[in-house]
């Protein structure tokens, strides 16, 4: 199966089908088994992608990385409990930070699940409610956006699974850093070529 069959289609996000199908595929996955294989179904990511990145995009509430690279155990329980398959571990190319859980948006963005099972998950105590559920910076890189270039395009507005976190101003989308989580669905569904959202290191 390819890379493409492996994640829903852009085409699918578009129309509005990808975060109901996401949600509930995933949770149905145990209950699949032993079954024949449906026509649609979620896979975790490759991981291919995650190669370059400019920091470890860790699972949300993940504490500073020197603390979870320190604590976390490689256990794999909060790749089992996250529903859309968004952390999977890190490749072998990682060198010394291979094997502890990342995500890798261009791949399978994080849904900021409404009870985040990944936290709860997680007994190592790197994932925890009371450090910050950022996990990036959201930019728009306005060269690039659609909306700043005469196009009129609302794709990423739509998309956000985080109230008011991306707004459409004056026709062109605003991220508001005081309340992106950096999840990577806005850079998922980006229709511009080369991509109008960058993903930063959350400060």
């Known amino acids: 199966m390819s890379n493409k069959d492996n994640n829903i289609?852009?085409?699918?996000l578009l129309r509005g089908e990808w975060f109901k199908n996401i949600r509930e595929?995933?949770?149905?996955?145990?209950?699949?088994?032993g079954e024949e294989?449906?026509?649609?179904?979620?896979?975790?990511?490759s991981g291919g992608a995650a190669r370059g990145k400019?920091?470890?995009?860790?699972?949300?509430?993940?504490?500073?990385?020197?603390?979870?690279?320190?604590?976390?155990?490689?256990?794999?329980a909060?790749?089992?409990?996250?529903p859309p398959h968004a952390i999977y571990r890190a490749p072998e190319s990682e060198g010394q930070l291979a094997g502890f859980p990342i995500i890798d948006p261009e791949s399978q963005?994080?849904?900021?699940?409404?009870?985040?099972?990944?936290?709860?998950?997680?007994?190592?105590?790197v994932l925890r409610f009371d450090a910050p559920v950022a996990m990036a910076l959201a930019k728009v890189d306005t060269v690039a956006c659609l909306a700043f270039?005469?196009?009129?395009?609302?794709?990423?507005?739509?998309?956000?699974?985080?109230?008011?976190?991306?707004?459409?101003e004056a026709g062109k989308p605003v991220i508001h850093d005081d309340i992106c989580t950096g999840c990577g669905?806005?850079?998922?569904?980006?229709?511009?070529?080369?991509?109008?959202?960058?993903l930063l290191e959350s400060k």
């Open 37 to 45: 294989e449906p026509a649609f179904q979620i896979r975790p990511a």
């Open 78 to 82: 909060c790749i089992q409990a996250c």
């Open 54 to 76: 400019p920091f470890q995009h860790r699972p949300p509430h993940a504490v500073p990385e020197s603390e979870f690279v320190a604590g976390c155990t490689k256990c794999d």
């Open 25 to 33: 595929r995933g949770l149905r996955e145990i209950e699949l088994e």
């Open 109 to 125: 963005p994080c849904l900021m699940c409404d009870d985040l099972p990944c936290v709860p998950a997680c007994e190592a105590g």
């Open 9 to 12: 289609s852009r085409r699918g």
């Open 149 to 168: 270039n005469g196009t009129v395009c609302t794709v990423c507005a739509e998309h956000c699974p985080v109230e008011n976190a991306l707004t459409m």
């Open 185 to 198: 669905v806005c850079q998922y569904v980006c229709p511009a070529p080369g991509n109008a959202i960058i």
